[in-house]
């Protein structure tokens, strides 16, 4: 399984890369108060997987969802309904998806109920909230910066550092996934996807992008 699930993810998404800058965060906060070993400690016991597993299977079923509209956009790169069934990326989804909230739960019930809402978020958004302008994009975005936001949990403390990165990982995330709509455009259109890109255009969507970056510069520098 765990190779078929590696394939099946074939290259990084804002999520995963969400997870690195967790564990970084974790070994930096941890050590300013003194409880380094103690984070540390509970991520290794459970193989610092629990994350990847939701996003892997939020990437998942989000290729399930889109089998037809990736046949358009680019059909050398479709794996669901090409080299593997569509139950078997649908089995992968579920026991990834109940993996990762049964080492939440275990680690803290909190992290288990936000693994909880942000698997049924991402399914959610695959099968119809990705279909409507603007909301999907914000959902991923939202969902990337509630995963650095746990590291708050995994410390008991708010630190203003985490909610800066936080800040940062959902503008990045929102930044990628109106580029994906932009490269995706014409799948979109022809599927009934209502993304910036078949809504404003290739213009607006790019017009979009440059006032979140400026507005996500703007906040950083105001710190």
């Not at 309904?81 to 998806?97: D, E, P, Y």
Request: proline share 2%; charged share 15%; glycine share 8%.
């Amino acid at each position: 399984m765990s190779v078929d699930v590696l394939v099946l993810v074939p290259k990084i998404e804002p999520q995963t890369r969400t997870w690195v800058l967790v564990v970084c965060l974790e070994g930096h906060l941890g050590s300013w108060h003194g409880s380094r070993e103690k984070v540390l400690e509970k991520e290794q016991s459970q193989g610092q997987g629990h994350i990847v597993k939701i996003a892997a299977a939020g990437y998942i079923i989000n290729d399930y969802y889109d089998q037809k509209i990736d046949m358009v956009n680019r059909p050398e790169k479709v794996v669901v309904g090409t080299m593997f069934r569509r139950r078997l990326a649908m089995l992968a989804h579920i026991v990834l998806t109940l993996g990762a909230i049964s080492i939440g739960f275990y680690l803290n019930p909190k992290v288990g109920v936000v693994h909880i809402f942000s698997s049924f978020f991402l399914w959610y958004y695959s099968n119809q909230l990705r279909r409507i302008t603007l909301i999907g994009n914000l959902v991923i975005a939202f969902l990337s910066g509630l995963t650095l936001l746990m590291v708050c949990v995994y410390l008991g403390r708010n630190e203003i550092l985490v909610y800066i990165y936080a800040s940062f990982a959902m503008a990045i995330a929102l930044i990628r996934e109106v580029l994906k709509d932009i490269e995706d455009v014409k799948g979109d259109s022809a599927f009934g996807c209502e993304s910036i890109p078949v809504i404003f255009g290739i213009r607006g969507a790019k017009l979009f992008i440059y006032l979140v970056i400026g507005g996500s510069g703007a906040f950083l520098l105001s710190f």
